[in-house]
């Protein structure tokens, strides 16, 4: 039952350390807590520790804990999985930000969508820092027309980027990542959030300037797929 108590504390103390290490207050870094896979009580117990962000990764799975869940009000649910054009109706509805965008035809589904709400739903680009083929994201070239686009869109708001770094270069990655979002920062002054680093690369990703780190496993445990 404390397990998931217990992990987060541990994961605060690497958070303090981190932010120690590289000079920067901990109120700068925010936690995600990444719970796909992993059950409503799950979140539930996160909850109770004072765990108020959640990421998941699949719509329909996020969709029934979200609605599990419903009474706990002030939940922060955040969508960092690849989004496929007939789930951005449901995205639009539950979740209050997205981190995986990458492209125009998603966020003007999601401008649309969410035109029923009160709030914008925030919004962060997903960069394909590492330039793989198979990995989801935009170039750096296709970043000044992305960011524009959301820029204009009423029912968005251009929060930050996000990457997924390649394994072996996560330094070099999260270091040019901080360059993109200093100069994107400066023509979008709103922009407050660089989503960066998982259980295992929490460190280098505070190091280089990450204000949100998305952590699953650490937290809730191993996933079965
Ligand atoms: C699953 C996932 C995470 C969390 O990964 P862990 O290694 O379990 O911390 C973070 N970001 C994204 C986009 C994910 O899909």
């Not at 303090?16 to 290490?21: D, H, I, S, T």
């Not at 930050?160 to 394994?167: C, D, N, S, V």
Request: proline share 3%; net charge negative.
């Amino acid at each position: 039952m404390t397990i998931i108590k217990d992990n987060l504390a541990t994961v605060e103390l690497q958070i303090l350390q981190a932010c120690q290490q590289a000079s920067r207050a901990r109120d700068e870094v925010c936690l995600l807590a990444v719970s796909k896979t992993k059950p409503a009580a799950d979140i539930e117990q996160a909850y109770q520790a004072g765990q108020r962000a959640f990421g998941e990764s699949y719509v329909q799975e996020a969709v029934d804990k979200i609605i599990q869940l419903q009474h706990l009000k002030d939940i922060d649910w955040h969508f960092i999985g690849p989004i496929q054009s007939n789930k951005t109706r449901q995205i639009a509805e539950h979740f209050s930000w997205v981190h995986s965008i990458d492209r125009i035809k998603i966020a003007k589904r999601l401008n649309e969508q969410r035109c029923h709400q009160d709030t914008p739903l925030n919004i962060c680009l997903q960069v394909n820092i590492s330039n793989e083929n198979s990995k989801s994201g935009v170039t750096i070239d296709e970043l000044d027309e992305l960011t524009e686009y959301i820029d204009s869109c009423e029912n968005l708001i251009l929060r930050g980027l996000m990457a997924i770094p390649q394994k072996n270069a996560q330094q070099e990655s999260f270091d040019k990542m901080h360059q993109l979002f200093d100069q994107y920062q400066n023509k979008y002054p709103q922009m407050d959030t660089l989503s960066m680093g998982m259980s295992a690369d929490l460190h280098p990703a505070i190091k280089a300037g990450s204000t949100m780190i998305r952590i699953g496993s650490a937290i809730f445990g191993a996933r079965n797929y």
